[in-house]
């Protein structure tokens, strides 16, 4: 995976949009830079671009860890689902609320 297109899969982990529209409607990308300085702002362990392949990994192992997203919004009274990520060999019962 091109070094770029590495980055901008950690962004969207993160939540980060990688482009916008401007007011021309003329579509505007976000710097190499501009990313790298919001993801470490949000806690991602990277320094420089070469850090981004162990990050991405990091965080994907840290998702899959926490089990599920720690909020699910209902809207109108319901659920539409929420994904769980679960061990198959070290099932911990839990409780929702």
């Known amino acids: 995976m091109r070094a770029e297109a590495t980055l901008h899969s950690l962004a969207a982990l993160y939540g980060v949009q ?3 529209y401007d007011v021309r409607g003329q579509r505007q990308r976000a710097s190499v ?3 790298l300085a919001v993801l470490r702002a949000l ?3 990277l320094e420089g671009l070469r ?3 162990e990050a991405l ?3 994907r192992e840290a998702d899959w860890r926490a089990g599920c ?3 699910a919004v209902a ?3 319901r659920l539409r689902g929420v994904a769980l990520r679960l ?3 070290d099932f911990t019962p839990f409780t929702c609320r």
Request: without cysteine.
């Open 51 to 53: 850090d981004v392949p």
């Open 75 to 77: 809207w109108d009274g």
């Open 18 to 20: 990688t482009a916008y």
């Open 33 to 35: 830079e501009s990313l």
């Open 69 to 71: 997203e720690p909020v």
């Open 87 to 89: 061990p198959g060999d």
């Open 43 to 45: 806690g991602a362990p």
């Open 57 to 59: 990994r990091a965080r």
